[in-house]
């Protein structure tokens, strides 16, 4: 079977948030959108300046279900600040040599002490077809069986590989607030949804961090801990999740 089927009345949510080892701030309001809130999964950047970091946090808090947050680039330290010359690197490298990248981000989490569940890519870039192609070599080669939905399910089809039945949190992205966040809940479908989210507490490390979303953050982080967004998601039968346990 290629993709995850629930039962038709079950509404299932992951709640996965990106980025964990990108700074100490950032690690933090992820653990405390688990303990608190609702966070369920997170995906570690390999080359995270904050890395061993989120690897202490992610043994200290086992129930939270880590992925790895494959990045398109070599070396790592900081985000690229432009997207299309950021696109053009990894497209313009050879599938090989993004595999072998991907393989050395799986390989340094793992080597950590950490067995990651699912896999997704920093900016989506694998909705294209070789980069795609390079993760599922990678899934394949780690028995790694998920992996965040690219923008059509067929893309996956051919892999033998698991990806959620609907995918939340492209339009979210930077706005997320408590009200849109309800609003967006109040929308979910029968089977299981992955919701992408960016929380992270704000301070002067994110502010000179190289990333669009600094204090956007802290507000995602205020509305996935909400007492009312919980509260919607009991009201609605909707059961938290995680790739894991799913």
């Not at 690229?80 to 981000?105: C, D, K, N, T, Y």
């Amino acid at each position: 079977m290629l993709f995850y089927s629930a039962e038709m009345a079950a509404v299932r949510l992951i709640v996965n948030a990106d980025d964990f080892g990108f700074t100490r701030g950032v690690n933090e309001g992820i653990v405390r959108g688990h303990r608190e809130g609702i966070i369920t999964a997170t995906t570690l950047m390999a080359h995270g300046p904050a890395f061993e970091h989120a690897v202490e946090l992610a043994r200290a808090n086992p129930s939270l279900d880590v992925g790895v947050h494959l990045v398109l680039w070599p070396g790592g330290g900081s985000l690229p600040r432009r997207l299309p010359a950021f696109v053009a690197r990894g497209l313009l490298s050879s599938p090989a040599a993004v595999e072998a990248e991907f393989s050395r981000q799986v390989e340094k989490v793992m080597g950590a002490g950490l067995r990651p569940s699912h896999l997704d890519t920093h900016k989506h870039v694998h909705v294209f077809p070789r980069v795609m192609r390079a993760v599922a070599r990678v899934a394949a080669r780690f028995r790694i069986r998920w992996v965040r939905r690219p923008l059509f399910r067929r893309q996956i089809s051919a892999y033998g590989l698991l990806t959620p039945d609907h995918f939340l949190g492209y339009r979210l992205t930077g706005r997320m607030t408590r009200d849109s966040l309800l609003a967006a809940l109040e929308r979910l479908k029968p089977g299981l949804t992955e919701l992408m989210c960016h929380p992270g507490l704000y301070d002067d490390e994110l502010e000179r961090a190289p990333t669009r979303l600094k204090r956007q953050r802290q507000i995602e982080l205020e509305a996935l801990t909400s007492p009312e967004v919980r509260q919607l998601l009991h009201r609605h039968g909707v059961e938290l999740v995680s790739f894991e346990g799913s």
